[in-house]
């Protein structure tokens, strides 16, 4: 038996599991943000709701841990930013742990049961509130001892102009020190900061998709510009990985019709041509942090 966490900043998922296909939810949690030894109890509660002695817990958590002093870094979750979590989680919990980012364990699912099953090369894209990455190779997580591969979102990469016809786009500043990063324009709030920028609206994402759909000129203005900046890091990061398939999560991934114009804007750019789709929706929709972090579990690699 595996106890395995998927850990934000505002929620601890916890689940069972003896394999990566069955698993079975624990009572969902609030994330202690500003006390550890509050934190730890939290997975304490929820190791006791699992009624058994596990072989290891796996935690799919938001954040980086570096591969060199094995500290997290994690701006979400104050109280655990700068600690070598592993190392404390087994010193408090008297049991193994397994770490890896949650972009990672979001690949990891994919290329091990969902739309990445049966390709040697699997990079997993977040579109969500922001833009994260994860790379697999031959059913190994790259980042299994930690580290940043496959964060696509930050990095000074963003196109000065996008859309057709061209239109400026600003330098906007991201979280990471940067400017010019994917993450600030891929996301939700990426989208919402380009209508704005193009059109002087405040507009949520999911009514530009909505509306976009719908036949508003403004919305498919801005949904050109999106697809433009986010397609061409996007096809690099193909190219450079030589990834054969793109399961993408997130809160954008539901927009099917959003994913399909990516899909045919990156199928364009890149130096392979596939006639099949490439960028596609995620076939794990339901927790596939949990799902990649005991894929991580069994395993056995810890970060």
Do not use: Y
Not at 139 to 148: E, K, P, S
Not at 232 to 248: D, E, H, K, M, R
């Amino acid at each position: 038996m595996i106890v395995c966490f998927d850990i934000g900043g505002s929620a601890i998922k916890g689940a069972i599991t003896h394999s990566p296909e069955r698993i079975f939810p624990l009572p969902r949690r609030t994330t202690p943000l500003d006390d550890f030894r509050r934190f730890v109890q939290v997975l304490e509660s929820l190791l006791d709701e699992a009624g058994g002695l596990p072989e290891r817990v796996a935690i799919s958590i938001t954040g980086v841990i570096d591969p060199e002093t094995r500290r997290i870094k994690c701006a979400n979750i104050p109280c655990i930013d700068g600690r070598e979590l592993a190392a404390e989680l087994e010193s408090a919990l008297h049991l193994p742990i397994v770490i890896a980012n949650d972009a990672d364990c979001f690949a990891l699912a994919e290329a091990g049961i969902g739309a990445g099953r049966g390709h040697r090369i699997v990079f997993g894209a977040i579109l969500g509130t922001g833009v994260g990455g994860g790379l697999v190779v031959e059913g190994r997580l790259i980042n299994a001892d930690g580290g940043f591969a496959g964060e696509w979102g930050h990095g000074p990469s963003v196109a000065a102009e996008a859309g057709h016809p061209p239109i400026a786009i600003p330098a906007f500043p991201c979280g990471c020190g940067q400017s010019r990063c994917v993450d600030t324009v891929g996301g939700a709030r990426g989208l919402e900061r380009l209508h704005e920028t193009v059109h002087g609206k405040a507009l949520a994402s999911h009514e530009i998709i909505d509306t976009w759909q719908g036949g508003n000129a403004e919305a498919a203005r801005t949904i050109d510009v999106f697809v433009d900046l986010v397609s061409s890091p996007l096809a690099l990061a193909i190219n450079i990985t030589g990834a054969t398939i793109v399961p993408v999560g997130g809160g954008l991934s539901n927009a099917e019709a959003l994913l399909a114009e990516i899909d045919r804007s990156v199928r364009q750019r890149i130096l392979r041509r596939f006639d099949r789709p490439l960028v596609v929706r995620g076939a794990c929709r339901v927790e596939p942090g949990l799902i990649g972090a005991a894929l991580l579990g069994f395993e056995g690699k810890a970060s």
